[in-house]
């Protein structure tokens, strides 16, 4: 069983960075894709970023392309999203996902993620 723990999230001024990481346990992390998702208050969950079990295909939402880079270190079972240029908009909680299917394809649909880490919050003051 997979277990998620996302770190990294606090208070930044907009035109800043963060780094969130996404720690997790289980010796198969790195055949899971991995998600990024994000939840602002009152809104819907939306996706962000994920990234791919091999060769560390990334896809991004388009409100993120260009500011936010996501990594994965299979050897620390840990993945990182870059965060530069917040902008006020980027406050939320945001949440790591995974696929546990071994060698499954990334995916954009919140749906598709079967566990799910606490979440970590991130705001951006302008």
């Known amino acids: 069983q997979v277990q998620l723990v996302e770190s990294g999230g606090g208070l930044v001024q907009a035109g800043g960075s963060l780094r969130l990481s996404c720690a997790a346990s289980?010796?198969?992390?790195?055949?899971?894709?991995m998600g990024w998702f994000r939840q602002a208050l009152g809104k819907e969950r939306e996706f962000v970023a994920a990234?791919?079990?091999?060769?560390?295909?990334?896809g991004y939402a388009d409100s993120v392309k260009g500011r936010f880079t996501l990594s994965r270190d299979n050897a620390k079972n840990t993945v990182y999203l870059q965060m530069n240029s917040l902008k006020p908009e980027d406050t939320a909680i945001y949440y790591c996902?995974?696929?546990?299917?071994?060698?499954?394809?990334?995916?954009?649909?919140?749906?598709?993620?079967?566990?799910w880490g606490q979440g970590t919050r991130v705001t951006v003051s302008s």
């Open positions: 289980g010796r198969t992390f790195s055949r899971f894709p």
């Open positions: 996902a995974t696929i546990t299917t071994e060698f499954a394809e990334w995916s954009t649909r919140i749906y598709d993620y079967d566990t």
């Open positions: 990234i791919g079990w091999s060769f560390g295909s990334t």
